[in-house]
């Protein structure tokens, strides 16, 4: 069963994407803050990592750029997922590790879309 | 500037004074006119001593020309005397000529040593005479007479003696024919005889005078003698030379030079035609005039006459001496004069001259003297009508420097006071600029995240069979975002009225501060159960005049605010009087305000930036707006705080 990692402070963020992957055979784990979000991937080493840009302590950059550092984890797909929709903004996303970037807000459908594309790649 | 002004203005003057005076640029005038007047002077001079040379020379040259002339004509006359004599007067003819004469047997002339150097019979030339008589005469130097026998003749001799002064040089012999003497004069012995001596006497005498005349001729004549007599006896004749038609010297006063062949350019000039030539050997001080020498109209050489020039050429250095003279005192008279001259035009010009300069230095009051009504009279009085305009162009310009230089301190205190004002302004400029960025980049965060929950959440009710409760909660969360973004856009409209200087109008009246906090601290109590929010409110409180809906809004910012910053604790809420104003304050206990932040919280679209405010929501507008409608009211902020304390926020309104 795959497993998607979201890392997002914002609870209702969280609930939306959780119902947005519940129709499929996803196995979905949430994170609250940066700290926690690499504390739960280095245990579980998730397929996909849904990440958050701006969060209180370890922002998402900086998470994406320990994540893709470690060994370990650096061949998770990690997605950035941000309201920060500058190119600037996405750059530095990309420069950090991310494989690929969604700017809020977005479709569940869409999301669901690009989730499935990764996983049956 | 001024300076500058001032020497341009005096350079000027002094390039008008020069065209008026002959500013000198090498020589002052003084010298220029002694130059001048002493170049006129010894100019006469030097004319006055050419004109007396010239005269002086000419009138000697024509004398010694005409003296040249004069014995040209001599020489020539006495050549052709010689030549007749000589040809006439020879002494053999004349004795056989006056042998011819009636009476007379023969004549002999006798030297001192007997002999017979001319004679009525050739043939006795060069013989030796031993008559009595002879002997008689020659011993004695007296006259005798008597009768002798000559060739089987009676005679009657006459012996005379010739003389050279005293000295006996000869004799000379006339014998009478007594025969033809008897028959013409038939007359007794003694008295014939007496006859006899008487006549033959008398033609002994007459003929010894020709014979001596005729040796004086001879010697005279000789072309030779001549010229060394003439050169000797004349005192201004230094050199004669006669040449033939072949330029053969045959007489010269330098013997040596006879028979040579002159070459000398005047007798080149003379044998080739000339009538005269003449010229100046200026070393040996000789005046030579060549002349041709012709008798009858018949050119048979040339005659060189050499005059001594020496008294001529004392004569022209006596002159030049005297020119000399003149040329001095020429040049003391000119000097002297130039100085009677110079002095009343030079003197004014250097008075004047003295002050333009001092003019030039500065001394704008100097003024000159003007005391004549000529050139430089009219000079001086331009140059003062030059410096009133100066002192008066000065004066101006010391007034127009004075208000120009306040002026530029004016300007520049304006112009610093502007550019500082400018540096603030920038920094301001960049701070809301950098703070807009911020904005932009936190409105873009703070809209899409409630748009992302409306938005996805919406997409699932539309999309998905959902449980009852999913479709509530779902349905709320859109519900709560909506509002947010609704907050959010209120605050953005107001900033918009601020901004624009739009009426942000302001509806006052009596109203009662704890109303407002009451009403504010019951609805977050009702959304908001992490917070306790504890309200102690002063008993009798006065009114304010405000709008209760801008104080409500800044009631509801601050305690939004002290909700959102503080993670967990109460917020104490009072409403008391303070110095004739009604105060409003809210305590919490969250994470503080450093003094850093605290000096930029009233700023628009700032925001603390902190780890743990990181997660907080807001625009950076709330306190903004809270300052703007406070001073609206005339009222004042109070703003504590202590980091990881909390904050105690308060304001005050004017009580009524």
């Known amino acids: 069963m795959k497993k998607v990692l979201i890392i997002d402070d914002e609870e209702k963020v969280r609930m939306l994407i959780e119902a947005t992957l519940s129709i499929g055979e996803i196995e979905i784990l949430q994170a609250s803050s940066g700290e926690e979000g690499l504390k739960k991937a280095r245990e579980v080493i998730p397929d996909i990592i849904l990440l958050d840009v701006m969060m209180p302590g370890i922002d998402g950059f900086e998470v994406c750029r320990l994540l893709k550092k470690d060994p370990a984890t650096k061949d998770i797909h990690i997605v950035m997922l941000t309201a920060r929709g500058q190119r600037e903004d996405k750059e530095r996303g990309l420069s950090a590790g991310a494989n690929g970037y969604f700017v809020k807000p977005f479709s569940p459908i869409n999301l669901m879309n690009m989730i499935d594309e990764i996983l049956n790649r | ?93 004349l004795v056989e000529e006056l042998s011819l004469t009636e009476g007379i047997f023969g004549v002999w002339v006798i030297d001192a040593d007997s002999r017979i150097t001319s004679a ?100 005279l004549i000789h072309i030779q003698r001549l010229v060394d007599r003439l050169t000797e006896e004349s005192e201004i004749i230094s050199r004669i030379m006669i040449v033939d038609d072949n330029s053969r010297i045959i007489a010269c006063s330098n013997l040596d030079k006879v028979g040579m062949i002159a070459d000398d350019k005047g007798v080149k000039a003379i044998i080739n035609g000339a009538e005269i030539y003449t010229r100046l050997s200026p070393r040996q001080k000789i005046y030579t005039f060549d002349m041709p020498l012709k008798i009858d109209g018949e050119f048979k050489g040339a005659v060189s006459i050499g005059y001594d020039a020496t008294e001529y050429y004392a004569h022209l250095s006596e002159i030049f001496r005297f020119g000399l003279l003149i040329s001095a005192m020429g040049i003391l008279m000119g000097i002297l004069l130039s100085f009677q001259v110079a002095n009343p035009i030079v003197r004014p010009i250097q008075r004047l001259t003295g002050d333009i300069k001092k003019l030039a230095a500065g001394n704008l ?24 305009d100066l002192a008066l162009s000065k004066d101006k310009i010391d007034q127009y420097s004075k208000t120009l230089e306040e002026k530029v301190r004016q300007r520049t205190q304006a112009l610093e006071k502007t550019n500082q004002e400018l540096v603030v302004t920038q920094n301001e400029l960049m701070k809301s600029n950098i703070a807009k960025t911020d904005f932009l980049s936190v409105a873009s965060h703070e809209l899409r995240t409630p748009l992302t929950t409306v938005m996805g959440y919406s997409e699932l009710l539309l999309t998905r069979d959902l449980t009852e409760r999913q479709k509530t909660d779902f349905l709320g969360f859109i519900n709560e975002e909506a509002i947010h973004l609704s907050n959010i856009v209120d605050d953005l409209l107001d900033i918009s009225r ?157 009580r009524l």
Request: charged share 25%.
């Open chain 2, 1 to 93: 500037m001024i300076s500058a002004m001032l020497t341009t203005l005096v350079e000027r003057s002094k390039a008008e004074l020069s065209s008026y005076m002959l500013y000198p640029k090498h020589m002052s005038i003084r010298v220029k006119i002694i130059a001048a007047m002493c170049a006129l002077l010894v100019f006469i001079g030097l004319l006055s001593f050419w004109a007396s040379y010239m005269h002086e020379r000419k009138s000697l040259l024509t004398n010694m020309q005409d003296n040249a002339r004069i014995l040209n004509r001599a020489l020539i006359i006495s050549i052709i005397n010689q030549k007749i004599i000589t040809e006439k007067v020879s002494l053999q003819a």
């Open chain 2, 120 to 219: 009525t019979f050739r043939e006795q030339v060069g013989e030796v005479a031993s008559s009595n008589l002879i002997l008689n005469a020659l011993q004695n130097g007296y006259y005798v007479s008597g009768f002798d026998t000559k060739m089987g003749e009676q005679v009657y001799s006459a012996v005379y003696p010739l003389k050279n002064g005293d000295e006996l040089i000869g004799l000379l012999e006339v014998a009478f024919e007594l025969r033809e003497y008897l028959r013409a004069h038939p007359k007794n012995q003694i008295q014939l005889a007496a006859q006899i001596k008487r006549d033959s006497r008398i033609m002994a005498e007459s003929l010894s005078y020709s014979i001596e005349n005729m040796r004086d001729v001879n010697e």
């Open chain 2, 498 to 654: 601020i901004e624009s200087q739009k009426s942000f109008e302001f509806v006052k009246k009596p109203v009662d501060l704890a109303d407002i906090l009451l009403k504010n601290s019951e609805f977050y109590s009702r959304v908001n159960t992490q917070h306790r929010i504890v309200t102690d409110i002063e008993e009798n409180l006065p009114l304010v005049n405000a709008d209760e809906e801008r104080i409500g809004q800044v009631v509801k910012n601050i305690l939004d605010n002290a909700i959102k910053y503080t993670l967990d604790g109460d917020i104490l809420c009072k409403v008391f009087t303070r110095d004739d104003m009604v105060w409003v304050s809210l305590q919490d206990q969250g994470i503080g305000i450093s003094k850093q932040d605290l000096l930029h919280i009233f700023d628009k679209f700032y925001r603390v930036r902190r780890k743990k405010t990181a997660k907080i929501s807001g625009t950076g507008l709330g306190l903004y707006i809270v300052k703007y409608i406070i001073e609206a009211h005339d009222g004042k902020i109070d703003i504590k705080s202590k980091l990881n304390k909390g904050t105690t926020f308060a304001f005050g309104i004017p």
């Open chain 2, 365 to 388: 009051s100097q003024r000159a003297v003007v005391n004549s009504k000529d050139e430089v009279g009219d000079l001086a009085a331009a140059f003062n009508r030059m410096a009133e």
